[in-house]
């Protein structure tokens, strides 16, 4: 079976880039066909809207509606990839990529309930979902109030790197955030200062957080099981977490599998956050590829 492993950007300080390093190159010689989307105001990128700098969560969905239907031989407006008229596709999304991802799946699965797909020429062949590190379903509310409890220290830290963008200009606090702390996973200091070039040009626009407060995935979960309504039509997916993980907690990631309807919860691996990246990061695509191969 030939699979298309479609990554997906981050969206909050990093475009298509952070793939390209290691999981891209690994994965295609292992005969994976991939591609990665830089969303808008990422990786150099407009915004639909001329200088914008927030963008709302709709208009990433309808970007990756229609990336991913265009990478489909017979779709009207196809890509150009030769990847044939029904490509199997497996979405890999981390950190508010992820959530992003879940915003789509809301619209994929309406769309299939609401369309004859064999009239239709619904082109979209899922067949796989893969979270890393993702924010969860009810986004970064109840996790800082976890981290405020945890810390005041380190929920300063991520206030400062991220609305403050100071991961951009602080070394220390980009290390923490990003990469585990003190250089034990083979970042450099000239590492850091490549990453922080891309992550000044990738938040020319930034992720309407306000908009997207009240739109969050989890508005529309079941209450008892914490599962996307329509969980049970989910293709076999898989929530990884990483132990070292400065921004997100692992109940953010236990609830995010709930979200997809994996009972046994989360893999959690040995990485920092940016799991992409630095001398761990074939913990997570190995964990990646053992999916792959269950499929």
């Not at 990786?43 to 990478?71: M, Q």
């Not at 951009?168 to 070039?197: M, P, V, W």
């Not at 929530?239 to 599998?257: H, K, M, N, P, Q």
Request: one cysteine or more; charged letters at 20%.
């Amino acid at each position: 079976m030939s699979l298309l492993l479609h990554i997906y950007g981050t969206r909050i300080f990093q475009a298509s880039w952070c793939w390209a390093e290691n999981y891209m190159p690994f994965f295609a010689s292992l005969g994976f066909p991939c591609v990665a989307l830089s969303l808008q105001g990422t990786g150099g990128t407009p915004t639909v809207e001329k200088n914008a700098k927030k963008v709302r969560i709709e208009s990433h969905v309808a970007d990756l509606d229609a990336f991913l239907r265009g990478l489909s031989h017979t779709d009207t407006h196809n890509l150009g990839f030769e990847l044939g008229d029904n490509p199997q596709v497996v979405v890999l999304g981390h950190s508010f990529g992820g959530l992003s991802i879940m915003k789509w799946l809301e619209k994929f699965y309406s769309e299939r309930e609401d369309t004859d797909i064999n009239n239709q020429n619904y082109n979209i062949n899922l067949c796989g979902v893969a979270l890393l590190c993702s924010v969860p379903p009810s986004g970064n509310g109840p996790m800082t109030m976890r981290f405020l409890k945890r810390s005041l220290k380190d929920s300063w830290k991520i206030t400062a790197g991220f609305v403050l963008k100071k991961a951009i200009s602080d070394n220390e606090i980009c290390r923490a955030l990003f990469f585990g702390g003190k250089d034990d996973n083979g970042i450099s200091d000239t590492d850091i200062e490549r990453y922080q070039s891309y992550f000044e040009r990738d938040t020319v626009a930034t992720i309407d957080l306000a908009d997207l407060s009240n739109k969050l995935p989890s508005t529309k979960i079941e209450k008892k099981t914490g599962s996307a309504p329509f969980a049970a039509q989910l293709p076999p997916s898989i929530v990884i977490a990483a132990c070292d993980d400065f921004v997100l907690d692992e109940e953010g990631s236990r609830e995010t599998a709930r979200y997809l309807g994996i009972d046994s919860g989360p893999v959690i691996i040995d990485s920092p956050h940016d799991i992409m990246l630095g001398d761990k990061w074939r913990n997570g695509a190995d964990a990646i590829l053992a999916y792959l191969q269950g499929l």
